[in-house]
């Protein structure tokens, strides 16, 4: 069967409507492709399939994935005749054993062709893309049966794939047309719709990073742990979302640097089991200068361990972290059980927790799902937890802060994987609540002065979020 004709039958099997459809979106459209008929037909599935087989015929890839639920029909049926394998992108994670999101036999680096029944705005390719990539497979190419040009092929030429579709929707209508199956009133309203309804590369990334205009006052109201007060009020009494990580190793230079950028931050960050003269009297001194200069001593101990160590090391001598440390942070690889044990050392009331759910270097094992997991056990304990350490995934709740490393105005990244992020993009495009810059401050030659820079760019960049810059 010739394109033209398999047009013809796919409108008399009801595949191709005309009329007036309410869209998810709740858009009223004047067609509707409803691919989904064709498992009712396995004689159009194969020659639709050919069809599709058609537009890879040339290409070297090891594997065919269709978007799930309307394309997997698809994608078998090309497996099947053409003797390529094929994975599948779950829709959910399964709860229980691997949470694997795509299942089959593939090896890293592999290529894969993914497959579509339609390209509208590109969106749910791309979340396929993603799992897929995420799991190690190669895509180069994208292909679907009909491209309803509204703006998904040059998004998705945009993310760097080649997209190839059998038909356009314009094509379809033509063919119908000519063969009259469609007035010539149903043909010009239907080329309107789509001239009038693109879904640009633009409004698509505006739309998937939708950052909310979340303002520090708004996660006061809705922060259910005391300690994140505190940290607001500070916050704009100093107009500041600074937070500098003073990876210095010793007493001298810690207080130094401490006072130095006291006025511009609102919480100092230590690693204190790295400054090698560590005694009581520092803390005592720490002490001084956060109030002095009233900000949040930060203790970035990172607790991983099974809930009875960490417990232990939160609360033990030397460090006596729980004595002193406003905010400590903890992974939560252990699971949820870690933060319920340090909750039952019962010194949380004066100590914040922060979650770590993802991190900064190049190749972190923080996948998606385990920051997805990180996030979910952070709301669960609000009471104790201040917020989370994350990159571009804040917690759904907004009394949540998101604390974000890796900031620096002037590098990109170091020698042992870190990556750095400018503070502009951190707020205004990942919506971060508060930056951690290390290196960035410590080592330039005036760190107080560094300080009051990070300081002003940083502000500016949560009020040009907000809208008020
Ligand atoms: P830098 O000098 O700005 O690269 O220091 C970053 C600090 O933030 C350093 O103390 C790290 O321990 C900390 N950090 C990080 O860089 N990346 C992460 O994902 C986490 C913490 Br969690």
Known sequence: MDKEQLVLKLFELGVLQFGQFTLKSGLSSPFYLDFRRIIAYPDTLRDISEQLWK????????????VPYAALSLSSTMSMMHGKPMVIKRKEAKEHGTKKLVEGIFH????????????????????TLEAVEEAGLVVEHVIAIVDRMQGGVATLEKGGYQARSVYTIEEILEVLYKHN???KDAHDRTLEFI??????????RLQRTAVPKLSYSTIKVNAVNNITKRLVDIMESKQTNLCVSADVNSKVELLKLADQVGPYICALKTHIDTVGDFDADLIVLLKNLSKKHNFLLFEDRKFADIGHIAMQQFTSPPLNIADWADLVTVHVVAGSSSIDALRSTGKLNNTGLIVVAQMSTEDTLTSRDYTKSALEIAQKHQDVVVGIVGQNKRPRDAGLMMLTPGISLSETGDAHGQVYNTPQEAFEERGIDIMIVGRGIYKAENPGAKAAEYRQIGWQSYLKRLGLA
């Open 55 to 66: 537009l890879i015929e040339d290409l070297e890839f090891d594997h065919l994935c269709g």
């Open 108 to 127: 890293q680096g592999q290529k894969c062709v993914v497959i579509d029944d339609v390209i509208s705005s590109g969106i749910s390719m791309i979340e």
């Open 181 to 183: 199956k469609l007035d």
């Open 195 to 204: 001239r009038y309804n693109q879904i640009g590369y633009d409004k698509l």
